[in-house]
C-alpha cells in the first residue's frame, strides 16, 4: 500500500511511502485482537475495591434471640451477612486483574488493528514534524489543516517529542504515542491513524 505524505500544511509532497503488506495488508484476526484488547484493559485496573467481611465489622458477638421457639430463623452474631450493616457476603477483594498473552498473538493483534484502518483508508502519513513550543493552539491548526478536528485521533511519532506530546495533552480526541508504544486498543479506538514518516520503519522494526 501506498501513501501520499502531507506537510503540516495539509497538503500533499512529493513524497510517498510505502507501507508492507505483511503488516498492513493481513488478513485481520479478531480473536487475537480480542484477547489483546481484554489484556490491556485488564493490566489497567487497579483490583483496590474492597468490603468488610464478616469477621472485619465492629459488632459484638453476643446472640441476639434464642435459639428457638420465636417463629424466625435462627440468628447468631450482629456480624452476620444477613443482617442490615453485617458483613458482606462474598464481597470484592483486592486482587491482580492482569494476564499475558503470548508476544506472537499480541503482534498478531496489532497487525490485524493496522490492516483494518488501512482497509478503511484510516491512515494518513505525515512529515517529521515538530513545534518550537508546546502550545494546545498550534496542534489543533495540525489537526484542522488535515481535516481531522471532527474525528478521534492517533498521532503516531518515530521518536519522542516533548513539544507535540505537551500541546496536545489537554484535547479529548487525540492521543500521541511513540512507535515502540503502539498497541491494539489505542489503534482501534481511534477512527483515523496518522503516522509520521520516521515511524513507518520504527513500526515495521518492531513487528518484524
Not at 510505502?18 to 503488516?23: E, S, T
Not at 458482606?88 to 486483574?97: E, K, L
Not at 495533552?169 to 492521543?175: D, G
Amino acid at each position: 500500500m501506498e501513501l501520499v505524505v502531507m506537510n503540516k500544511e495539509g497538503k500533499s509532497t512529493s513524497k510517498k511511502v510505502n507501507l508492507a503488506k505483511d503488516i498492513f495488508g493481513i488478513a485481520p484476526n479478531d480473536h487475537a485482537i480480542y484477547l489483546d484488547v481484554k489484556s490491556i484493559m485488564a493490566n489497567k485496573r487497579q483490583g483496590t475495591h474492597k468490603s468488610k467481611q464478616r469477621n472485619e465489622v465492629a459488632y459484638s458477638t453476643r446472640k441476639l434471640k434464642k435459639q428457638k421457639g420465636t417463629g424466625g430463623a435462627r440468628a447468631g452474631s450482629r456480624k452476620s451477612g444477613t443482617i442490615v450493616g453485617g458483613g458482606r457476603i462474598f464481597g470484592p477483594v483486592p486482587r491482580d486483574y492482569s494476564f499475558k498473552i503470548n508476544k506472537k498473538v499480541k503482534d498478531l493483534a496489532r497487525r490485524s488493528a493496522l490492516s483494518y484502518k488501512a482497509q478503511n483508508n484510516s491512515i494518513l502519513c505525515l512529515e517529521d514534524f515538530d513545534f518550537e513550543s508546546p502550545k494546545t493552539k498550534n496542534y489543533i491548526q495540525l489537526i484542522k489543516n488535515l481535516q481531522l478536528s471532527e474525528k478521534k485521533t492517533l498521532l503516531v511519532l518515530a521518536n519522542s517529542t516533548k513539544n507535540v506530546y505537551l500541546s496536545s495533552r489537554n484535547l479529548s480526541n487525540t492521543t500521541v504515542v511513540n512507535a515502540s508504544q503502539l498497541n491494539t486498543y489505542d489503534v482501534l479506538n481511534a477512527q483515523n491513524l496518522i503516522i509520521t514518516e520516521g515511524s513507518v520503519k520504527e513500526i515495521e522494526n518492531l513487528l518484524n
